[in-house]
């Protein structure tokens, strides 16, 4: 017997041999090397598109300026289902062309709102978003003060969220009956019953939605890097953008959708993960529970880790913030995660373009770290 065999996984119990198990059969967490054949890899794995990737009648709904920038709400299809709406926000008075942002929202295990989470519309900040906003992003809505300094972002809903969720009454009624005890179990301070409810019904209904996607030969992943190649399609067709200085940043579930549209995106050309990143091996004990399926493709750790997706488009700028208290991963796998991103981009004679960034304290993307963010965004895509 190996050391492997032998050890015990806290969340896997008398079933931990599963990992040793699964090694045997073929590689798992090994290397992908940065270049057109991983994001190809990637692709593939996600195996998801319609079509051309860009969005279907797209059109302009509203229009206002406060507080020294522009904005815009936009909405678009994707291709199936409701529309996607998103907010598009810009300096006041300036025509461009600017460099662009898509700014994606977390996961959060909060899907009734989700560009509202990150960015002010015209009626400004959602009151039943307070609580959460200062907890994760210190009561900024940081898609507008990036903006204010000179980007053109966009901020768009995506699979499951917002304009994107699924009707109530269209959830398995076992997700509903959990509904309010799931609500309650994340503490997410919702003052309206109804957000409550549906928050906690709709952390079950993922899962659903993963066996749905499995059994069409796609992944829930999959879907949402495609909405995210859309959204970005169409941030580059605005007039005022200059299409060859596009970037992305995300927390959380947000840092998932930028690691996959990096990895499926030919061009994108600065991209920022804000507290999603450790190495695959580094979870197994007892952080796989609190994720997304968006952080597992279905199939992709026999071909690399999880850093390896996010580094397949180097030598294209990357920024990773760690957060070492993060309950979500531990310090080792985040500190492992950094090395193999260095020595990918290394690999390809470019290491000066990663950069990671480790903080103390927990799950978050607070305005010392949003500064960090904007001023390599400028630089990046200056």
Known sequence: MTDETDRTYRDLGPFSGLVAAAKRRGPLFGRAAPGPRTRQLVRDVLNFSIGDEMPEAPRVDRRWTAEGVEGELVSWSVGFGPRTDAILLKPAGETGPLPGVVALHDHGYYKYFGKEKIADGPDGPVAELAAFRSTYYEGRAFANELAERGFAVLVPDTFLWGSRRFPLDVLP???????????????????????????????????????????????????????????????????????????????????????????????????????????????????????????????????????????????????????????????????????????????????????????????????????????????ALE
Request: negative net charge.
């Open 173 to 379: 009624e076992i997700d509903r009956k959990l509904a309010e005890d799931t609500d309650r179990y994340f503490q997410l301070h919702s003052t309206d019953p109804e957000v409550g409810r549906y928050n906690g019904a709709a952390y079950h209904h993922e899962h659903h939605i993963e066996k749905y996607c499995s059994l069409l030969g796609a992944s829930f992943a999959g879907v949402v890097a495609y909405e995210d190649r859309v959204a970005l399609n169409y941030l580059k067709s605005r007039p005022e953008v200059d299409a060859t200085r596009t970037g992305c940043i995300g927390l959380s579930g947000g840092g998932s959708r930028a690691a996959l549209l990096r990895a499926t995106s030919e061009d994108l050309a600065a991209t920022v993960i804000v507290g999603m990143m450790c190495t695959y091996e580094e979870l197994l004990d007892r952080c796989i529970a609190p994720h997304t399926w968006m952080f597992f493709p279905k199939g992709w750790s026999s071909h690399g880790d999880w850093p390896d997706l996010a580094a397949s488009g180097a030598p294209s700028p990357l920024l990773v913030q760690y957060l070492l208290d993060d309950t979500l991963f531990t310090a080792n796998g985040m500190r492992h995660a950094d090395e193999k991103l260095a020595a990918a981009y290394h690999s390809v004679g470019a290491r000066a373009t990663y950069s990671g960034s480790f903080y103390p304290g927990l799950h978050r993307f607070d305005i010392a770290m949003q500064e960090e963010a904007f001023k390599w965004l400028e630089e």
